[in-house]
């Protein structure tokens, strides 16, 4: 059974920044990704950035060169860095998991290519 867990949210000024973290327990060495989504009021879940089995690392437009996703040495912890936020990123943000591979065929910033999700942190940024 996989369990993500998520934390660092918080509520920050713009311009600060934040570290989230995804614990994720249960065949972590079987995820072929994970990612971070966000979500906004009344808008519906995007992708934010992702890593695969590879290290390789995938980022939404609107934050590529603010965000930075990484993972922990032993592959199990999820983190991803953000500098420079903008009131636009206030949302709740998930940690997702893919042990199924359709995230790695198409689907890298989807939530079809995710099978297991965190329950959220939320990310406040005030002007």
């Known amino acids: 059974q996989v369990r993500l867990a998520e934390s660092g949210g918080g509520s920050v000024q713009a311009g600060e920044s934040l570290r989230l973290s995804c614990a994720a327990s249960?065949?972590?060495?079987?995820?072929?990704?994970l990612a971070w989504f966000r979500q906004a009021p009344g808008k519906p879940r995007e992708g934010v950035a992702s890593?695969?089995?590879?290290?390789?690392?995938y980022y939404a437009k609107s934050v590529r060169g603010r965000f930075t996703i990484s993972r922990g040495d032993a592959k199990n912890t999820l983190y991803l860095q953000m500098d420079s936020l903008d009131p636009d990123d206030t949302a709740v943000y998930y940690c997702?998991?893919?042990?199924?591979?359709?995230?790695?065929?198409?689907?890298?910033?989807?939530?079809?290519?995710?099978?297991?999700w965190g329950q959220g942190t939320q990310v406040t940024v005030s002007s």
């Open positions: 997702a998991a893919d042990i199924q591979g359709i995230a790695v065929k198409g689907h890298i910033l989807s939530t079809v290519g995710y099978q297991h």
């Open positions: 249960g065949y972590p060495h079987s995820m072929q990704a």
């Open positions: 890593i695969d089995i590879n290290d390789r690392t």
